[in-house]
């Protein structure tokens, strides 16, 4: 005789009931529930295949549903039914190496998913935004920074005069055409000598690093870089690849209110975006290229770069944390690779 103990469900409600079921030798099946008993043939069970430790649902003729944890008692039924062959799904995971070969397999994917799919989709996602989304999130960013920057302390002439240097970037710059290219003074505070640029075209320049510059020159050099990671839209892509990784996570656990959050948040990531050493190795290719069709001599950036590293401020460290070593930044601007645009040019020396 198999015994088994479960619930019998009706199949009209989800209401059950404490049920065992058992089977004679001559296949006569008897189902007791609550001082009752129900009497049918084993063939007439419809009993699925094993699938992992899942509870086995035993369709009956009238609907009703047996349900039990005895897989070990369903298996038997199976068998004298003349059923032995098991679920496709519970014959893979009870092979070890194939269970291993699959979790190596995934999780290779979610590695070349984020390694090169993030950024691929980032990319893409990033150059289809709107010029209006654009403006809306750099405004947004700006609103962050401003909790910690404070008011420029630069004259007015010394602002426009700035400015002006500035669109003799824009003017000599690839592509910068498309993006409508402010510049923005702040006191840097913590912050120190940096520069930062947004979404929506605006560049924000301390005036601690007007104050370490040397030479106009050196400031053409940093806004050309700003000017490079905009038309590259480097901020917008190192918010949407944090995004995308908040979205695959939601996608696995089921958690939608993580993505409105994600979303709300864009602002935020925009302002404390801190590019990869493969954006910055860009936007300092593009600022060697702007340099050259201005004129201007690149040793000009890469003073300004040595001066910065060089300075104990703690503003420095931070901008620097994620930068290329500066030493190699400069190296590759001699040897004209700093990035995909580089083209040979004159040497720093």
Do not use: C
């Not at 950024?119 to 809306?136: G, I, N």
């Not at 055409?177 to 560049?203: K, T």
Request: without cysteine; negative net charge.
């Amino acid at each position: 005789m198999i015994e088994l103990d479960g619930q019998l469900f009706d199949g009209q409600t989800t209401r059950s009931r404490a049920a065992s079921l058992r089977v004679w030798t001559d296949e006569t099946v008897r189902i007791a529930v609550a001082g009752s008993e129900q009497t049918l043939q084993l063939p007439d069970l419809e009993i699925p295949a094993r699938l992992a430790n899942t509870p086995r649902r035993i369709r009956l003729p009238d609907g009703a549903i047996f349900e039990t944890p005895d897989n070990d008692g369903a298996d038997a039924l199976l068998a004298a039914q003349g059923r032995t062959r098991r679920h496709w799904l519970h014959r893979l995971e009870s092979r070890w190496d194939l269970v291993l070969a699959s979790a190596v397999f995934v999780l290779g994917f979610g590695a070349a998913f984020v390694v090169w799919g993030v950024p691929a989709l980032a990319r893409v996602a990033a150059f289809a935004v709107p010029a209006e989304t654009s403006a809306w999130l750099g405004e947004g960013a700006l609103e962050v920074l401003d909790r910690t920057l404070e008011p420029s302390a630069l004259s007015d002439a010394r602002r426009e005069a700035l400015r002006a240097r500035l669109d003799e970037v824009t003017a000599a710059a690839p592509d910068a055409g498309d993006y409508a290219f402010r510049l923005v003074f702040r006191g840097g505070g913590d912050f120190g000598a940096n520069a930062l640029a947004l979404p929506s075209g605006q560049i924000v320049l301390t005036d601690e690093l007007v104050a370490l510059a040397d030479a106009d020159e050196e400031l053409i050099a940093v806004l050309a870089h700003e000017v490079g990671h905009v038309v590259h839209r480097h901020a917008l892509r190192q918010a949407i690849q944090s995004s995308t990784l908040v979205i695959a996570i939601v996608l696995v656990t089921g958690d939608l209110s993580a993505t409105s959050g994600s979303v709300a948040l864009l602002p935020t990531l925009l302002a404390e975006a801190r590019f990869s050493q493969e954006f910055e190795r860009e936007a300092d290719a593009y600022a060697v290229r702007t340099l050259d069709r201005a004129g201007i001599d690149e040793a000009h950036f890469a003073r300004i770069l040595r001066r910065m590293d060089e300075d104990p401020d703690e503003g420095f460290a931070s901008f620097f944390s994620t930068h290329p070593n500066t030493d190699e930044r400069i190296r590759l601007l001699e040897r004209g690779e700093s990035g995909e645009d580089a083209a040979p040019r004159q040497s720093l020396k």
